[in-house]
């Protein structure tokens, strides 16, 4: 006869102690009121104060301000911006991550290296390069003065320069995503006679939805939010030339500080809002 050995029973998940969880309790609690504490000093307290202080004066103050003619040529120039920027950034995403992620090319980690340029480099040079060549005393200044063709200090050079410091986002989103899915779906597409767009539209653009509108409200916060960039080739024209950033800009130099804080509340809610859609696109993403 066999004789059969006692099984001993692994122990069970909820028997296992963790060591991220041996720490004594005063720890835990200790880093959780800290993080609380600094995003309370960093976040929280910032966001409140620009609140009170735009509504300092009462309703008709705040509303005053927004409807102010030069706050509303900055909203719609910020509009306008974002609205030319960020689907020709879509495109370039789309693509730029459609070949890394997809072909084998040489030249592949200069292509990256050049996507993520916009994120090592101040936004402030950026604007700068575009002034070193598009200026009055720039490379292409003289031909274009002779042509009449105005790019800085106007609304050509404020969508260069956003551009340029906005282009990284929907790229850099789509790139991990479409590398960790593959290519199998692809292959099997184009075994059952797929080619070309219906590829893309069926197959690839489904799969990378939910991180493709992510990566499009980033890019668009970042066009509504841009300063650097936007400061250095703007000019600072009233009415033409500033957006809503540069115009708490100056609204404060000027020490009109209850309109300053009244414009920057109306970007902070565009900022929740995109945060809010952030959040959203996030939970469906990992779903």
Not at 28 to 51: E, T
Not at 123 to 140: C, K, R, T
Not at 234 to 246: C, K, M, W
Request: proline share 5%; hydrophobic share 55%.
């Amino acid at each position: 006869m066999v004789e059969l050995e006692p099984v001993i029973a692994a122990p069970s998940a909820k028997g296992i102690t963790s060591p991220a969880t041996t720490e004594a309790g005063w720890v835990k609690w200790f880093l959780i009121i800290l993080a609380g504490l600094v995003m309370l000093w960093l976040i929280v307290l910032p966001l409140v104060i620009v609140l009170t202080e735009a509504l300092k004066k009462g309703w008709v103050v705040y509303a005053a301000a927004l409807t102010d003619p030069d706050a509303m040529s900055a909203l719609k120039l910020t509009l306008i911006v974002a609205l030319i920027t960020v689907p020709l950034n879509t495109v370039f995403g789309v693509v730029a991550a459609w070949a890394v992620t997809k072909f084998k090319f040489r030249g592949k980690g200069l292509l990256i290296t050049l996507i993520d340029l916009p994120f090592a480099v101040s936004p402030v040079i950026g604007g700068l390069i575009f002034v070193l060549v598009f200026g009055a005393h720039g490379w292409f200044g003289p031909w274009l003065s002779a042509h009449d063709i105005k790019i800085i200090f106007a609304v050509p050079g404020i969508v260069l320069a956003t551009l340029f410091i906005t282009f990284p986002f929907v790229a850099r989103e789509l790139i991990p995503l479409m590398e960790d899915q593959g290519q199998q779906e692809e292959e099997a597409a184009v075994t059952l006679g797929a080619r070309g767009w219906t590829i893309f539209f069926k197959v690839t653009l489904p799969n990378i939805k939910w991180g493709l509108l992510y990566g499009i409200i980033l890019c668009n916060a970042r066009a509504m939010g841009e300063f650097g960039a936007v400061s250095v080739v703007s000019g600072h024209i009233r009415g033409e030339t500033n957006t809503l950033p540069l115009h708490v800009e100056i609204l404060y130099n000027e020490y009109q500080f209850s309109a300053s804080f009244a414009v920057a509340s109306l970007l902070l809610l565009l900022a929740m809002v995109t945060l809010l859609l952030k959040s959203w696109f996030t939970h469906k993403n990992a779903h």
